[in-house]
């Protein structure tokens, strides 16, 4: 599996910006198509956004216009830039890493990272 190390939660007011990251370990990152997905309590665990491995971008309804998903080939990183965030955005946060090579598939997942959208 892929380690994938997430980081850049935390409490926002309404209308605040927060950025994400995503480190993910080995060389299969530059060929993995990525995501972020999110998860509020007692909900399923829906995509955010997506970013594939040729750059091709994909985001939910509910965040068009406000978020934006990007990477760093080189420094192996996921991004995901949130602004103007809403209290409905609150939720916990995963990274995802898609790949196959040959003989494996690859479908590896962040610890998640918590974001509390809050007045």
């Known amino acids: 599996q892929v380690h994938l190390v997430e980081s850049g939660g935390g409490l926002v007011q309404p209308g605040g910006s927060l950025r994400l990251s995503c480190a993910a370990s080995?060389?299969?990152?530059?060929?993995?198509?990525m995501g972020w997905y999110r998860q509020a309590p007692a909900k399923q665990r829906d995509l955010v956004a997506s970013i594939k491995s040729d750059g091709n971008t994909n985001y939910a309804d509910s965040v068009k216009g406000r978020f934006t998903i990007s990477r760093d080939n080189g420094a192996n990183t996921l991004y995901l830039q949130m602004d103007n965030l809403k209290p409905d955005d609150t939720a916990v946060y995963y990274c995802?890493?898609?790949?196959?090579?040959?003989?494996?598939?690859?479908?590896?997942w962040g610890q998640g990272t918590q974001v509390t959208v809050s007045s």
């Open positions: 080995g060389g299969i990152f530059t060929l993995a198509d």
């Open positions: 995802n890493l898609r790949a196959k090579l040959w003989d494996h598939e690859y479908d590896d």
